[in-house]
């Protein structure tokens, strides 16, 4: 369905702005008009950035070298799950958070996610403020 509704769209859209590199990859293989397609920075690094610059409140995790992971639901699959182990091993020495974006889909993979990365931790995001998760996201690897 996805493929059907991107073939559909995306040849036919004036612009397309994206602002990660995989959506942007992803575009591109469904139109040639690439001068339509333009990948943007991602708008959450300037909010974490200027939120960081601003509080007075700094993640006790701050001092740490922590990386950290999320996976939703549908993306739950061998080869996704093969790519975190080989992260967890090149960050070996890091600290590992889960961090579920959406409270209820996300967060239903860490448990099977755990498995292959024993010491993972759960982040609550509803247990922080935002300038406390915002931190989180500043000081990760």
């Known amino acids: 369905m996805t493929h059907r509704l991107y073939s ?8 397309i702005i994206l602002r990660d590199k995989s959506s942007y990859d ?28 601003k509080s007075d409140e700094v993640s006790e995790k701050s001092e740490k070298k922590y990386i950290l992971i999320n ?15 080989q992260f967890c091993k090149k960050y070996a ?11 209820q889909d996300d967060a239903k993979c860490f448990e099977h996610i755990q498995k292959i990365a024993p010491e993972l931790q759960m982040f609550d995001r509803t247990q922080y403020s935002l300038s406390e998760i915002l931190s989180l996201f500043y000081h990760s690897t």
């Open 8 to 15: 559909t769209i995306i040849p036919r859209a004036q612009h």
């Open 26 to 53: 992803t575009a591109c293989t469904f139109t040639k008009n690439k001068e339509a397609i333009e990948l943007y920075q991602d708008f959450a690094q300037e909010t974490i950035l200027q939120v960081s610059e």
């Open 71 to 85: 996976m939703k639901n549908s993306e739950m699959k061998e080869k996704n799950i093969h790519k975190i182990q």
């Open 93 to 103: 020495d890091y600290e590992k958070i889960f961090f579920p974006c959406d409270m």
